[in-house]
């Protein structure tokens, strides 16, 4: 067993203020090396938490000696190259969402890391927040019967401004946009939740703020700012004939929601951005909280949940790979993205269509 687990951090925008503080809290974990574009965001993210090395090439922190771990929190665009490469280094991957640009990059990562033998993970950081955990077993226990339809609803209204500078995030090359940001965590919560996986989808992407502030003028978004989808799932354990609706808004106001419901044969579950978890059986007339914890935030960032859900994914990363553990429970691996890309991939084939876009055996005609 190793003593302690070299991190190497790739990108320096939500790894410095959620990966990091996580690492660094870590017992057994220090952060070795840190890359970004810019050689001095490398630089002053690597003194903040007592990393020797830090640099603009990539490469170098995929490829460090004492690096045992590699995070890669850049634009999707890069993923791929970067995850191959620190595969062929011999490393362990944490890749951010949406795992790649299309199925067939997602296919080839996964071969990789399938025939290296090393630990491949998908941060789909939610399912490790203690309170989906706890409903994730009161579904398997049978607490609202058979799902009949899951729905999600998330806003969050920081894009509705126009003054925002255009950046990756507003780049359909880079692999910008809500549906591969946000919805890719909506999929993989469905398909881990539901035990069971999309059958169809329907999906329309918008765009709301076209124009967006760029080097002295304005450069066009070519990204969504909205991305809806309806959905049916293949018939599983817990799943019958059920079916699925997402709304995902990067503008609406007023404030930040991000809820989860699933409605059962015997009753009804609600899951809120921190954990909460709320139930409902038949006949009863509003929603009864049930006791969860909530794990830590990162001081100083917006509690979204995401925070708090890496909070508990980064200790266990360490202890599966100072154990030599070829998984991690709950953990979403590469196959689990591949999963999340096909279904990402089908939705803008719909929404380039304008039809239901068939993934499973049972989906029929129309979604």
């Known amino acids: 067993m190793k003593d302690s687990i070299g991190v190497g951090i790739i990108g320096t925008g939500f790894a410095r203020k959620v990966q990091m503080p996580a690492f660094a809290a870590c017992r057994n974990a220090r952060i070795v090396s840190v890359a970004s574009g810019s050689f001095e965001n490398a630089k002053t993210a690597a003194t903040e938490f007592g990393a020797e090395h830090f640099t603009s090439n990539w490469r170098e922190t995929a490829g460090h000696a004492d690096v045992d771990l590699v995070c890669i929190t850049t634009p999707p665009s890069l993923h791929r190259e970067m995850t191959l490469a620190a595969i062929e280094n011999g490393k362990h991957v944490l890749c951010e969402k949406p795992m790649a640009m299309t199925v067939a990059e997602a296919a080839e990562m996964t071969a990789s890391a399938e025939k290296a033998g090393v630990l491949a993970l998908i941060d789909f950081e939610l399912r490790f927040q203690p309170g989906r955990q706890k409903a994730y077993a009161m579904i398997r226990n049978g607490e609202i019967g058979?799902?009949?339809?899951?729905?999600?609803?998330?806003?969050?209204?920081?894009?509705?401004?126009?003054?925002?500078?255009?950046?990756?995030?507003?780049d359909i090359e880079q692999g910008g946009g809500a549906l591969g940001a946000i919805n890719s965590h909506i999929i993989d919560s469905f398909h881990w939740f539901l035990g069971t996986e999309v059958s169809s989808v329907f999906c329309q992407l918008h765009s709301h703020v076209k124009r967006r502030p760029y080097d002295g003028g304005f450069r066009d978004v070519t990204t969504d700012d909205e991305a809806n989808m309806i959905l049916r799932?293949?018939?599983?354990?817990?799943?019958?004939?059920?079916?699925g609706i997402v709304s995902v808004s990067m503008l609406e106001q007023p404030e930040y929601v991000s809820r989860f419901e699933i409605f059962g044969t015997d009753g009804a579950m609600r899951i809120d951005h921190r954990g909460d978890v709320f139930i409902a059986k038949n006949g009863e007339g509003e929603w009864t909280a049930v006791e969860v914890e909530f794990g830590k935030a990162v001081p100083g960032l917006p509690d979204t949940g995401f925070p708090r859900g890496f909070m508990e994914f980064a200790p266990r990363i360490i202890e599966a790979i100072r154990e030599g553990k070829p998984d991690i429970e709950y953990a979403a691996t590469f196959n689990d993205g591949l999963k999340v890309q096909r279904v990402q991939d089908a939705a803008r084939e719909s929404n380039a269509t304008g039809t239901a876009i068939r993934l499973g055996t049972q989906a029929p005609s129309s979604a």
């Open 233 to 243: 799932f293949d018939d599983g354990e817990l799943c019958d004939d059920a079916t």
């Open 146 to 170: 058979k799902i009949r339809h899951a729905k999600w609803s998330f806003r969050a209204p920081q894009r509705g401004n126009p003054n925002l500078p255009w950046n990756w995030w507003s």
